[in-house]
DNA sequence: GATGAGGAGAGCT
DNA sequence: AGCTCTCCTCATC
C-alpha cells in the first residue's frame, strides 16, 4: 500500500474514525510511546479508556494537533526516555521530522495517512474475524449488516440504529447515500456512513489486504470459543483490558474483564444474552478435552491453554 | 456476591 | 456426533 486507497484518501483526517487498535499503532502514538518511551495515559488528548468508548473526538483532537507550528510536541512530556530504549528499532518519520527542528511536510503527513490507512485495514480484518463477516459490505447479508451496525454502534458509542436499517443487505447500505443515513439514524447516521464508506475503500483497495493468516472465522466456519479468546491475546492493543497474557509461554492469561469478553463472544456468535456465567461453563467444557485447564496455582478468572502456541 | 466446578438437556450444524 | 448454550446446584473465595 503505497499511498492511501482512493475512497480513503477522500476522506478528511478529521473524519477518520478509527478503532483504538489503530490508535494505539499510528505513527504520532508510537513516536510518544516507543521513541519517547512514554505511556499512552501520560499525553493528551487521552485515548478512550475502553475500545468501545467514543473515538472521533479522540481522532479529530489527535488529527488536530497537527502542527502548523510543530507546537504539538509541546504536549508530550519531556522525556529523556529515549535513552531509555536504545534497542528501539522504529522510528517514526514524524518525529525525525520533529527531531530535527523542522515541521510537517506533505511528505511527512503522507508517511502518517500511509500508516493510518494501513492501520485501518488491519482494524478492518480484525472486526472481520470477530464477527464472521466478509470485508466487502455488498456481500453482507441482512443478518451481516445488524452485526457490523451493532459492532460499530459499540465502537463507537452510538445509538443504536440497528432497526432503522432493518432488514437492508450490504447492497442496498451501499447504495445508500449519507443523508439517506442521516434520515433513518439522526444520531450518528454521518458516522455510520463514513465508516462503511471506509469498509467500501477498503475492501476495494488492495487484493489481499488481509495478513494472510486464514483462520476458521474467516474461512466460515463456525469459531470455537477457544479460537476467539487466542484472537482476543492476539490484539492485546484492542482488548489488553479484556483479556492478557500472564505467561504466553505457558499459555496462561487471565480474564480482566469477564462481562466484556463475554459480550464480545456474544456478539461473535449472535448471542446477546451471554455472560461470563455461560462462557466460563463453556471454558471448562475444555478442561475434559485436554484444550484448556486452570494453572497450578488456580487463581480467579485465570486459565490456562494445554498446548500454547 | 462473584466465581468455579460440573450435571443435564436442548439446539444447531 | 460434536460443540455450544442454557439452566441448575453446590462449593469456594
Request: hydrophobic residues 35%.
Amino acid at each position: 500500500m503505497g499511498s492511501a486507497s482512493p475512497g480513503l484518501s477522500n476522506v478528511s483526517p478529521g473524519c477518520l474514525l478509527l478503532s483504538p487498535d489503530v490508535a494505539l499503532r499510528t505513527g504520532v502514538e508510537k513516536a510518544a510511546s516507543g521513541a519517547m518511551g512514554l505511556e499512552k495515559q501520560e499525553w493528551s488528548p487521552s485515548p478512550p479508556a475502553t475500545p468501545e468508548q467514543g473515538l472521533s473526538a479522540f481522532y479529530l483532537s489527535y488529527f488536530n494537533m497537527y502542527p502548523e507550528d510543530g507546537s504539538w510536541v509541546a504536549k508530550v512530556p519531556e522525556a529523556s526516555a529515549r535513552e531509555d530504549h536504545p534497542e528501539e528499532p522504529e522510528q517514526c518519520p514524524v518525529i525525525d521530522s520533529q527531531a530535527s527542528g523542522n515541521t510537517l511536510d506533505e511528505h511527512s503527513l503522507e508517511q502518517v495517512q500511509s500508516m493510518v490507512v494501513g492501520e485501518v485495514l488491519k482494524d478492518i480484518e480484525t472486526a472481520c474475524k470477530l464477527l464472521n463477516i466478509t470485508a466487502d459490505p455488498g456481500d453482507w447479508s441482512p443478518g451481516n449488516v445488524q452485526k457490523w451496525l451493532l459492532w460499530t454502534e459499540h465502537q463507537y458509542r452510538l445509538p443504536p440504529a440497528g432497526k432503522a436499517f432493518q432488514e437492508l443487505g450490504g447492497k442496498e447500505l451501499c447504495a445508500m447515500s449519507e443523508e439517506q443515513f442521516r434520515q433513518r439514524a439522526p444520531l450518528g447516521g454521518d458516522v455510520l456512513h463514513a465508516h462503511l464508506d471506509i469498509w467500501k475503500s477498503a475492501s476495494t483497495s488492495e487484493e489481499g489486504w488481509t495478513d494472510g493468516e486464514v483462520d476458521s472465522s474467516c474461512s466460515g466456519q463456525p469459531i470455537h470459543l477457544w479460537q476467539f479468546l487466542k484472537e482476543l491475546l492476539l490484539k492485546p492493543h484492542s482488548y489488553g483490558r479484556f483479556i492478557r497474557w500472564l505467561n504466553k509461554e505457558k499459555g496462561i492469561f487471565k480474564i480482566e474483564d469477564s462481562a466484556q469478553v463475554a459480550r464480545l463472544w456474544g456478539v461473535r456468535k449472535n448471542r446477546p444474552a451471554m455472560n461470563y456465567d455461560k462462557l466460563s461453563r463453556s471454558i471448562r467444557q475444555y478442561y475434559k478435552k485436554g484444550i484448556i485447564r486452570k494453572p497450578d496455582i488456580s487463581q480467579r478468572l485465570v486459565y490456562q491453554f494445554v498446548h500454547p502456541v
